[in-house]
């Protein structure tokens, strides 16, 4: 046991370093998409489209108009497929939520964009699979996430409190994500995390 309350449990994982809520912590689906459409997450807010701005510029710098992409976990407000398609970029739609598309997840793309979604996995190893599976030679999975590290207190860690957050990320983790499914380079700067096909 790495941290307790009175209704949740989570573990540390001893080889990556990852920590995670037990299962029995978990909210019910519907409980899951109440919250998710309670994020009010508007496109057109300025303060929005700051917030993914890493993630656009990180694509823009990488990649150019006619490429494709994925936004996955887009939500009720994909804000980083309309600042690119703006820019002239074809990005396709998959949340399990709200754009549940299983022929999204058929194709390949040379970037994927996965924004504060990471978190949410109740299976990682699984979605991380996935995603690498989605990427063209020379692609890139692009993710934002707020990452724990020891100096941080999880007892009183902001990120933790949403009840939809159950998996997170140690330094550690994403370099055993790195080498466990085949990506071959790692770069973060603060919240953005880009793993390289």
């Known amino acids: ?3 307790e309350t009175q209704d949740r449990k989570y573990y540390r994982c001893p080889q990556c370093a990852a920590v995670f809520l037990g299962p029995d ?12 459409k309670e994020h009010n997450n508007n496109v057109d807010d300025p303060r929005y489209q700051k917030f993914v701005e890493p993630i656009v510029a990180g694509v823009e710098q990488r990649f150019r108009p006619g490429h494709t992409g994925l936004d996955f976990g887009a939500g009720t407000g994909p804000v980083i497929a309309k600042l690119l398609r703006d820019k002239g970029y074809t990005i396709t739609l998959y949340d399990p939520f709200f754009c549940d598309d299983p022929k999204a997840l ?3 793309y040379d970037f994927i964009v996965c924004c504060e979604v990471m978190e949410h996995f109740h299976f990682p190893a699984k979605e991380f699979r996935l995603l690498r599976s989605l990427l063209n030679p020379g692609g890139i999975l692009f993710c934002m996430t707020d ?3 020891e100096k941080i207190d999880f007892s009183t860690w902001y990120y933790k409190n949403d009840p939809t957050h159950v998996f997170f990320y140690h330094p550690r983790t994403l370099e055993w994500i790195k080498s466990r499914f085949g990506f071959s380079a790692l770069k973060t700067a603060g919240r953005l995390v880009q793993f390289s096909a």
Do not use: D, N, P, V
Request: proline letters at 0%.
């Open 1 to 3: 046991m790495f941290f």
């Open 147 to 149: 990452q724990y590290s």
């Open 25 to 36: 912590g978990y909210i019910s689906r519907a409980a899951e998409e109440q919250r998710y």
């Open 106 to 108: 058929e194709g390949k």
